[in-house]
């Protein structure tokens, strides 16, 4: 076994630089590194197959998706019955409501235009935070609102109800006036 030395390994590096091989240590036991690295790839590997057909790989492909098909099932009809479980739970509301699904949005705002029939204008000031400046930002909706009763004026404080379309801009609804304008 030849001496390592500090001029034989660099001899060995620039010779390994040249040819673009690595220089090949030998372990005590006499395999390489490289040989110790190929013998773990080749566990990891799975085992070689042999001529496969495309009727076959078809075959095994519709083996896999039925299974994954069978796991979604399984997985669907379990949510299911958690859904139907926390349904049962929950009771049921008094009366069926004029809203689809979900829950209608309620605002507050003052009325600033009460001049058309069954109709009024509702500013609602909104401030709110900037996620990422933080700033306080403050802005104003405008909302037309159906007053069936001509209830509201102008200067009111008023709740609204989130509706069906009443006409081209109408969509929401005076369910109270909260405040009469002095």
Same mark, same amino acid.
């Given at each position: 076994m030849a001496e390592e030395s500090p001029e034989n390994i660099v001899d060995e590096v620039e010779q390994a630089a040249e040819?673009?091989?690595?220089?090949?240590?030998?372990?005590?036991?006499?395999?390489?590194? &490289?040989?110790?690295?190929? *013998?773990?790839?080749?566990? =990891? %590997?799975? #085992?070689?197959?042999? /001529?496969? +057909? !495309?009727?076959?790989?078809?075959?095994?492909?519709?083996?896999?998706?039925?299974?994954?098909?069978?796991? &979604?099932?399984?997985?669907? *009809?379990?949510?299911?019955? =958690? %859904?139907? #479980?926390?349904?049962? /739970?929950? +009771? !049921?509301?008094?009366?069926?409501?004029?809203h689809g699904p979900g829950r209608p949005r309620v605002r507050q705002g003052v009325v600033t235009s009460a001049k058309g029939d069954k109709t009024i204008t509702v500013k609602i000031d909104v401030v709110r935070r900037h996620r990422r400046y933080h700033k306080i930002l403050r802005s104003t909706l405008k909302l037309y609102a159906h007053d069936e009763a001509n209830d509201a004026n102008e200067g009111d404080t008023v709740r609204v109800v989130e509706c069906r379309p009443m006409s081209a801009t109408k969509r929401w609804r005076l369910t109270e006036v909260l405040e009469r304008a002095k």
């Open positions: 040819t673009g091989d690595a220089p090949q240590v030998a372990t005590p036991n006499g395999e390489t590194r &490289r040989d110790r690295l190929e *013998a773990r790839r080749a566990v =990891r %590997r799975p #085992a070689q197959r042999g /001529e496969v +057909t !495309p009727e076959q790989r078809d075959e095994e492909r519709r083996a896999r998706r039925a299974a994954t098909a069978k796991q &979604r099932r399984a997985y669907r *009809a379990k949510l299911k019955e =958690r %859904r139907a #479980a926390t349904q049962s /739970e929950r +009771t !049921p509301p008094a009366e069926a409501p004029e």
